[in-house]
């Protein structure tokens, strides 16, 4: 058998196996541009079952780009907290802005103007193009590098240039161009239902006779990855005033995790500090003479991709008028309206915890 049919039969078995385990997911059911956008960004950090609820939630609240394109970003960051990487949310709002100023409101429909989206890399511009419209681009991600590389018992790292070069070629070697949708689709539900990472169904694999890892009984070797760099470690010390019905909260603004997010008066610092030693905080000592009563401190520890926030919140009950320190960015804020703005995870978790929410 020369290699060509032996392709052709893998991408044939997958497409097989696509028609009889194929998800029912919502943005499966025409090849509206936006909606599969829209999936391609939430599926980017997110696994299917977690974002399905907000993909039904935003398709909701913005059924076309340009409701998107015409709402208040705020509303969108609402929708999606709790997602994570809310760059993506701010590309999302960018791109669709994109699409009704530079495009007419007409989605682009080709791999390359699909590219200058903002938010839309060359995995989301391959999986838009090949679903929406059909053309021939080979989706390549973490679950392609796997299916592969187990395949072909492929060891060259995944990401190194080199890697990824391989991986494509042999990626888009592999697509059937008179279905790319299809083709890729089924890779994907492939990588995440059969070949999966931890313990792949080889058992009952219908790729087990073309899989060279299965036959040599080295699927667990693969795919080969770098080694873990290590993560930054961060020491974030929240104040949470509580002070009648109000409290106090900044937005962030700097390039950082949680650009423009919401959330408590914040000292960083480069160590972990006790409560003791952050109450005696310039930014806390202030409140001392008009503190009536402080919570137990909450401890929590978030971790990011590539980030780990060792946070600690403080809360002081205070009485009399609060004089913001000057040169804050401090707004006040009613207790009863601290839901309704955008915050990251961890501050959401903290709310949750202590039952501000
Ligand atoms: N993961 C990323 N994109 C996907 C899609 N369109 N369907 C299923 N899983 C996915
Ligand atoms: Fe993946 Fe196992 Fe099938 Fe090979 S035999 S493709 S490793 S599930």
Redesign the pocket.
């Known amino acids: 058998m020369n290699s060509e049919s032996a392709i052709s039969i893998i991408s044939t078995t997958l497409q097989e196996w696509y028609s009889t385990h194929r998800r029912d997911l919502p943005w499966r059911t025409n090849s509206d541009p936006y909606r599969i956008w829209l999936s391609e960004i939430i599926l980017q950090q997110t696994r299917v079952e977690q974002g399905l609820p907000y993909f039904e939630r935003i398709t909701h609240r913005f059924p076309d780009v340009h409701t998107l394109a015409n709402a208040p970003i705020d509303e969108l960051l609402k929708l999606w907290q709790g997602l994570g990487y809310y760059s993506r949310a701010r590309n999302l709002y960018a791109a669709a802005q994109q699409v009704v100023r530079d495009f007419g409101g007409r989605f682009p429909d080709s791999y390359d103007t699909l590219l200058q989206l903002k938010g839309v890399g060359e995995y989301t511009a391959a999986a838009i193009a090949s679903i929406a419209y059909g053309e021939a681009k080979a989706v390549v991600d973490g679950n392609v590098f796997?299916?592969i590389s187990?395949?072909y018992a492929l060891d060259t790292p995944t990401y190194t240039t080199e890697g990824k070069k391989q991986f494509t070629t042999l990626a888009q070697q592999l697509l059937d161009p008179s279905h790319p949708s299809e083709h890729n689709q089924a890779l994907m539900d492939?990588g995440a239902m059969?070949?999966?990472p931890a313990s792949?169904?080889?058992s009952d694999?219908?790729?087990?006779a073309?899989?060279l890892?299965?036959a040599s009984d080295t699927?667990s070797q693969?795919p080969v990855r770098r080694s873990a760099t290590p993560k930054r470690e961060r020491f974030f010390h929240y104040l949470m005033i509580v002070n009648g019905n109000n409290t106090y909260i900044q937005q962030r603004e700097h390039k950082d995790i949680w650009q423009h997010l919401w959330e408590f008066p914040l000292l960083e610092a480069d160590h972990e500090m006790s409560t003791e030693e952050w109450l005696q905080d310039p930014l806390l000592a202030p409140f001392a003479q008009q503190t009536l009563r402080m919570e137990t401190p909450v401890k929590l520890r978030h971790i990011l991709s590539h980030q780990i926030i060792h946070a600690l919140f403080v809360t002081l009950h205070v009485s009399g008028t609060v004089e913001l320190p000057p040169e804050s960015s401090w707004r006040t804020l009613s207790l009863s309206d601290l839901s309704g703005v955008a915050v990251s995870r961890l501050t959401e978790k903290f709310l949750v915890k202590s039952e501000h929410n």
Request: with cysteine.
């Open positions: 796997r299916v187990r395949l492939f059969q070949c999966t792949p169904r080889c694999c219908p790729l087990q073309h899989c890892a299965y699927v693969y």
